[in-house]
């Protein structure tokens, strides 16, 4: 029997679940064993401060901690200053007006370094599922239009994947593959008033349709 294969996409614009506030300390000292003390010393401070604001230790990831010689180019020579002691945390935000005074404290008192600042769709947001809706429609209407063109009629669906449907996939089983959505953010910036913006959200889905004469 003969078939068409269409892709259906669909996409929207939704508000943030959250955002991911990467911070770093660093600390240089004369002696491997200070600089590390030191930092040390800021990471409880920083640990303190997200203690006040609520945040669980669940909501928290260290990101790694260094130590390392540091040099600078000094009179057409490179010279050892001190050795570098580095950490960096990863905080897990859902109530984003916490955002901007997280950082001014942060900042102001245990000296972090802002790394970065993303924002994130949870997995379980009615918007994942209602795309999928509207692509599988968005599919139907683009195979209805090819067939018409046509002079010919769509049959039923014999297939529906969210992965390209290659030649001599199977008939007569739907079948719903797993396939990640793509989110691309729009706006959100970390200064002294913090925007989340929105998330685009985009889902694809491909379908097989039978193609009946017209």
Not at 36 to 53: E, F, H, P, R
Not at 174 to 200: D, F, N, W
Request: negative net charge; glycine residues 8%; contains cysteine.
């Amino acid at each position: 029997m003969t078939s068409v294969v269409v892709c259906g996409s669909a996409r929207r614009l939704v508000q943030p679940d959250r955002a991911i506030l990467a911070l770093g300390l660093s600390v240089v000292a004369k002696d491997a064993a200070t600089a590390l003390d030191q930092v040390a010393a800021s990471s409880t401070q920083l640990s303190d401060i997200l203690d006040a604001a609520g945040i669980r230790a669940a909501d928290r990831t260290t990101d790694g901690v260094g130590v390392a010689e540091e040099w600078e180019w000094r009179k057409d020579t490179n010279t050892l200053v001190g050795y570098r002691a580095s950490t960096a945390v990863s905080i897990v935000l859902t109530d984003l007006s916490l955002i901007a005074p997280l950082l001014r404290e942060a900042v102001g008192t245990s000296s972090a370094q802002v790394r970065g600042l993303t924002w994130q769709v949870d997995a379980d947001n009615p918007a994942h599922h209602e795309l999928l809706g509207e692509a599988a429609r968005d599919a139907r209407r683009r195979a209805t239009a090819y067939v018409e063109a046509l002079g010919l009629s769509l049959g039923n669906v014999e297939l529906i994947s969210e992965t390209p449907i290659a030649a001599g996939d199977p008939r007569g089983d739907v079948v719903a593959q797993s396939a990640p959505m793509m989110m691309k953010a729009r706006g959100g910036a970390a200064e002294v008033a913090v925007q989340p913006g929105q998330i685009e959200l985009s889902s694809e889905v491909h379908v097989r349709f039978a193609v009946l004469p017209g």
